[in-house]
């Protein structure tokens, strides 16, 4: 049994759909999990969406943007019949529906209930097309069979609870193509939680691991995985084979091609997990599996738009502790994620992504208990198998502001 996933970009547009049902009927002979992200930037637009029901203000406008874009290409994928659609247009009267109450006191209760309904369309949409092509299918609701707490937008799943309801489901289906859908999920209740941001590619390996897939696929727009992003880093070249552990450092240094909890749930079991192109599907891609001869490629991570802050003990004792203690229970307090962290006798500096809104309020209860500066507009620059010419290559001579050093990874925080 086989887990596929593809991405928003995967399903954006007809004729990226069609080629996902081109991809998975070139294999005839495989029991297939299909997990599906929302269509294109819908995730965004759902999020705003939710943003202006919580206020209270009129949905109409970004509902039918919504709506027309996904009308759009149903009318083209299904030759204008759109009754072939039935069970996706009824995810459209629903939201609508959801749209004219009242909004709860819970901004993540309620994000999660309108923000899921962009991979409950696409999933449908695709099962529904895979149906119209002669491919048939079984659509199952992730909602039902991962379980979480009712932690809203970051639910945290219940690894025994989930393994048995995926199990039930999706071993008694008769079907060999099953569709369903990435980062929804839900409560014992039954009220829909969200995994976070990105969290398909969670979907997928949890699904994986309940049921002890061969191997796991994530169907990109990018040949595999590869040393850098090649937004900022045009000679960026794939990564053939890396092992699970370099594989979650990347995710753990930021590196965007992997949600960061996708690797550990398939390493447990050596489920390999493949990153492959959906645009050239034939091409091995990139795999990550229990790799002895790790990778030394050099692999580079930029994070833009980071902020230095210092902090410093007001009487110029040291920084011991219970400093240290009170500050990290500030930064928790606050939900600001450290990306690198550095101490001195004096002082203690963090790097951390430039939040205006949650950062002022930290700061100014910093403040209270010590002194604070801080740089803004700086870009945190991890390097892992370094070498003086890669690390030269990407500083390009810009001021250092801090730097920490293990025998193979290099954070550097330069200006931009
Ligand atoms: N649709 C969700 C997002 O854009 C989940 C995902 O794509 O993995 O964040
Ligand atoms: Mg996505």
Known sequence: ?????????????????????????????????????????????????????????????DLDAIIQYHFKIIAEIFDNTLSKAEHTLRFFDKLSEYLQREPSENFNYEYDQIVSYGELISASLLSEYLNFIGISNKWVDARYIIRTDNNYREGNVNWVKTEQKIKKQILTAEASIIITQGFI???DEYTTTTLGREGSDYSAAIFGYSLNATDVTIWKDVPGLLNADPKYFPDAIKLDKISYKEAIELAY????????????????????????????????????????????????????????????????????????????????????????????????????????????????ELNTEFNVKYNLNLELITIRNYDQQTIDKVVKNRKIFTEQKSRTTIQLVVET
């Open 1 to 61: 049994m086989k887990v596929f996933k593809f991405g928003g970009a995967s399903v954006s547009s007809a004729e990226s759909i069609k080629n996902v049902g081109t991809i998975i009927s070139s294999f005839p002979t495989e029991q297939i999990i299909v997990v599906v992200s929302a269509m294109g930037k819908t995730t965004n637009a759902l999020e705003k969406l939710a943003e202006v029901f919580f206020k209270g203000e009129s949905t109409q406008k």
């Open 185 to 187: 999920a839900g409560t």
């Open 253 to 364: 240094y930021g590196a965007t091609i992997i949600h960061p909890k996708t690797i550990k749930p398939l390493q447990n079991k050596s489920i390999p997990l493949r990153v492959k192109s959906f645009y050239n599907f034939k091409a091995p891609g990139s795999i990550i599996c229990n790799e002895s001869n790790s990778n030394r490629t050099p692999c580079y991570i930029f994070k833009r738009n980071q902020a230095l802050i210092s902090i410093y003990p007001i009487d110029f004792s040291f920084i011991a502790e219970e400093n240290l203690s009170l500050i990290f229970g500030l930064f928790a307090h606050f939900g600001v994620k450290i990306n690198l962290m550095q101490n001195s006798a004096i002082s203690f500096s963090v790097c951390v992504d430039y939040k205006p809104e949650a950062l002022n309020d930290l700061i100014e």
